[in-house]
């Protein structure tokens, strides 16, 4: 079983709205958690990183959350843009490892 | 520009045919990584290096082969590739911080082995 769970699969809205995806992780503490954002056809960039104290962690309209007790992280998108399809990947980093742990992502499709 | 790239970017082969994927990274990194992707499972990591001459197996090494014989570069090698190694395969090289480890990842390479 993954040790990181990611929901929905997918996902599809439309142009301006919110959307909240969600991560699941059953293995703490750790170093890091971070979200990727996969453009089609291309390899992840790093959205965001929290530290294992951190709560929340903002970039643009992107924010990423973070709840040790529940072991659950979420990203919201704040007025999506058509750029924003892509598939968005959670990912679990120890400090003391160079092996992370990659959820299987969440596919974002915004239609206009 | 710092970057990672492969090359081929696409490649459709048939069994058993040798092939190398390549992989360079400008940013003086030390540790380096091979992933492949699959629908429906993730990025799943192959081998990784921590420097040169340094390699070790990740999750799914089986019919893959690595090496690191200078820092920039980290070759992915199927000696004799089968249908199920059908991917799309990314090379990743990793920046260490002093709290967190950055991956910057390559723009990806899609095998077809027929």
């Known amino acids: 079983k993954n040790q990181v769970e990611q929901s929905p699969q997918s996902l599809i809205i439309l142009e301006g709205k919110n959307c909240t995806l969600q991560c699941n992780y059953t293995v703490s503490p750790f170093s890091n958690l971070r979200w990727y954002k996969q453009d089609t056809g291309r390899g992840p960039v790093s959205l965001t990183i929290?530290?294992?104290?951190?709560n929340t962690k903002s970039n643009g309209r992107y924010t990423a959350t973070l709840d040790a007790d529940t072991k659950q992280s979420s990203l919201h998108i704040t007025a999506s843009q058509l750029s924003d399809s892509a598939s968005y990947i959670c990912v679990r980093e120890d400090g003391g490892s160079y092996i992370p742990t990659f959820g299987r992502g969440t596919s974002l499709i915004v239609h206009p | 520009e710092a970057q990672v790239t492969q090359n081929p970017r696409y490649l459709i082969t048939v069994t058993g045919k040798k092939l190398t994927v390549t992989c360079s990274q400008n940013m003086n990194h030390e540790y380096m990584s091979w992933y492949r992707q699959d629908p429906g499972l993730g990025l799943r990591q192959i081998y990784y290096s921590m420097n040169v001459e340094v390699t070790d197996k990740g999750d799914v090494p089986e019919g893959y082969k690595v090496s690191r014989k200078e820092k920039r570069n980290f070759p992915l090698i199927l000696e004799s590739p089968s249908p199920n190694q059908t991917s799309l395969y990314f090379c990743?090289?990793?920046?260490?911080?002093?709290?967190?480890?950055?991956?910057?990842f390559g723009p990806g390479t899609r095998l077809t082995v027929l």
């Open positions: 929290m530290t294992f104290s951190e």
């Open positions: 990743a090289s990793t920046r260490q911080g002093r709290s967190s480890n950055e991956q910057f």
